[in-house]
């Protein structure tokens, strides 16, 4: 059975920095396509940072480009977020996604099978 459990994300100011982390169980980590998501109150969820386990391709949304990076730890079976320069609109519940095989690289919530619980955001202003 595929786990995926979240972990980070809390509330910071416009400006500073939060990380997510993400630890995978039941699943071929090794190659797989994985990626962050968010949803805002009222808004639909939206893919913003994925990329292929095994290598190759990573995809990030323009809204977070250049202020998001997506990691990965082989030998924990985890994917990492590391945000920076945080802005009130980054604010969302956050979560880890992963897709059944075979899979593509993709920002589309509907190509991605299994998902985390959500992690809060929170940035004030």
């Known amino acids: 059975q595929v786990r995926l459990v979240e972990s980070g994300g809390g509330s910071v100011q416009a400006g500073g920095s939060l990380r997510l982390s993400c630890a995978a169980s039941?699943?071929?980590?090794?190659?797989?396509?994985m990626g962050w998501f968010r949803q805002a109150p009222g808004k639909e969820r939206e893919g913003i940072a994925t990329?292929?386990?095994?290598?190759?391709?990573?995809v990030y949304a323009d809204s977070v480009k250049g202020r998001f990076t997506i990691s990965q730890d082989n030998g924990k079976s985890t994917i990492a977020l590391q945000m920076r320069s945080l802005a009130p609109e980054d604010t969302a519940r956050y979560y880890c996604?992963?897709?059944?095989?075979?899979?593509?690289?993709?920002?589309?919530?509907?190509?991605?099978?299994?998902w985390g619980q959500g992690n809060q955001v929170t940035v004030s202003s």
């Open positions: 996604a992963a897709s059944a095989q075979p899979c593509m690289v993709d920002l589309s919530p509907t190509r991605y099978n299994y």
């Open positions: 039941g699943y071929r980590f090794r190659s797989a396509c």
């Open positions: 990329f292929y386990t095994g290598g190759g391709s990573t």
